[in-house]
T-cell receptor
Framework: AQSVTQLGSHVSVSEGALVLLRCNYS??????LFWYVQYPNQGLQLLLK??????LVKGINGFEAEFKKSETSFHLTKPSAHMSDAAEYFCAVSRVGRDDKIIFGKGTRLHILP | GAGVSQSPSNKVTEKGKDVELRCDPI?????LYWYRQRLGQGLEFLIYFQGNSAPDKSGLPSDRFSAERTGESVSTLTIQRTQQEDSAVYLCASSLRVSGANVLTFGAGSRLTVL
């Protein structure tokens, strides 16, 4: 089975500061990994995905994430936070070669301080 | 359609009543998922349909919950004898395989309130 742990249900950063949202996964086989974002009063949308090609994945709005097998991590970063980044972020996992479900973490709400 | 459509967008019901939630996926998307999002919580997997394969029902919380999908079209999530703890936003998503990994397109959700 696969699972995802997101450290920190709430993260606050100042505008212009580095954003780091943590995600650790557990999977019995190599994983596919995703970050989704939910802006206030909007539906979830894909931010970026890892599908076993490059370990550093770039997404929309300046976000990127790095797959680290040795650490079973897929942390999301952005060099400089913007007020519009305030949202809830979800890490998700599925399994390579398996035609199966995608499991989400509990989410991290990102607050941007002026 | 252009996106994943869910109805109703809001449903208020009394404890003990049955409810049906509908999801109309993007045309051509072979996979369809249902998730539950309680207030302040993450997305809880409920059920997954992939093409004509048997659905993965491992996330359904009790036998009061069931879901059907006809072919690769509309899906209905049914909750029987609703309880207050069923109050949540029920999200549907559909997907088309991309690089072997399902990228989900979500609907706006159906907000269920059980009084």
């Amino acid at each position: 089975a696969q699972s995802v742990t997101q450290l920190g249900s709430h993260v606050s950063v100042s505008e212009g500061a580095l954003v780091l949202l943590r995600c650790n996964y557990s999977s019995s086989v190599p994983p596919y990994l995703f970050w989704y974002v939910q802006y206030p009063n909007q539906g979830l949308q894909l931010l970026l995905k890892y599908t076993s090609a490059a370990t550093l994945v770039k997404g929309i709005n300046g976000f990127e994430a790095e797959f680290k097998k040795s650490e079973t991590s897929f942390h999301l970063t952005k060099p400089s936070a913007h007020m519009s980044d305030a949202a809830e972020y979800f890490c998700a996992v599925s399994r390579v070669g398996r035609d199966d479900k995608i499991i989400f973490g509990k989410g991290t709400r990102l607050h941007i301080l002026p | 359609g252009a996106g994943v459509s869910q109805s109703p967008s809001n449903k208020v019901t009394e404890k003990g009543k049955d409810v049906e939630l509908r999801c109309d996926p993007i045309s051509g998307h072979t996979a369809l998922y249902w998730y539950r999002q309680r207030l302040g919580q993450g997305l809880e997997f409920l059920i997954y349909f992939q093409g004509n394969s048997a659905p993965d029902k491992s996330g359904l919380p009790s036998d009061r919950f069931s879901a059907e999908r006809t072919g690769e079209s509309v899906s209905t999530l049914t909750i029987q004898r609703t309880q207050q703890e069923d109050s949540a936003v029920y999200l549907c998503a559909s997907s088309l395989r991309v690089s072997g990994a399902n990228v989900l397109t979500f609907g706006a959700g159906s907000r269920l309130t059980v009084l």
